[in-house]
């Protein structure tokens, strides 16, 4: 058995795609299928059931592709044992992180590993929590951060930090500073009309159970993911947003919303580390979990 074809085979049973399987593994579609099929000749098996809307593994595709998952980690950990033995950690590990996140935590993040790991790779991807954690439990990213992240029999989650959340609207013209009141309760906040992304992003739901401990339920005037989009809509009159502080400060124009507390004591939702419970942890892995777990707190904004 042919380690790249059956490293091509994960991939297009891990995306469901043959054409985005060719895309991350920088390789002709044609290729990609190609050697797709000789695996299959060889096993005498079909492993993909190929549709309209991609590709799907068949039971013996299952069946390898749990077992292509472990061949695949323990080729890549003898890998890293024998870059060790050159005086250094080598190997790769993929990290996604919320958008608002990377914005402040991937520059430090890369400068500090490469500083430390000079052997080794990083690859940095952005997402919204609920499309990175599908990322790490199919095997695409080694570690995210999530939003308010839930016990998993797949994941391991480690706190990071908390993070306000804040009512954000557009500032008045003619306001120049925010003015003094104290926070929005969440009965004032749930008159207002909310920009926000659907369910089941994470600040969202969070928002959610917090309005409903206390029998309320957001105003919600329009659906849309992405901060950007979501910052322009506020400011041409769509609503306010619900967003972490973190998101608003690194936003091209902070100046141009003011923010409000939630609630007394404030409301806040956690940031976690995640990792797989599938798939033990490479040393590159496990060292940059330790970069990230130093240098988030440092870089965050939380109150």
Known sequence: MDLKQLEYFVRVAELGSFTRAALELDVAQPALSRQVRLLEVELRQTLLVRNGRGAIPTEAGKVLLDH??????????????????????????????????????????????????????????EGMSGSLQESLVSGRMDIVVLYNAQPSREMDITPLIDEDLLLVRARPRGLHEDPPPGPVTLQELAQVPLVIPARPNAIRMHLESALADAGLKPNVALEIEGVSAILDLVLDGAGAAIL???????????????AQQIGEPPLRIPLSLATSLQRPATPVQKAALELIQKITPTVVARG
């Open 68 to 125: 292509g998952r472990g061949i695949l980690h323990q080729v890549q950990r003898a890998r890293d044992d024998l870059g060790r033995l050159r005086g250094g950690i080598s190997g790769r590990v993929a990290v996604g992180l919320p958008s608002s996140v990377a914005r402040v935590l991937a520059v430090p993040l890369t400068r500090a590993f490469r500083e430390q790991m000079p052997d080794a790779r990083l690859s940095i991807s």
């Open 244 to 258: 972490s502080r973190n998101a608003l400060l690194n936003s091209p124009r902070p100046s141009a919303y003011t």
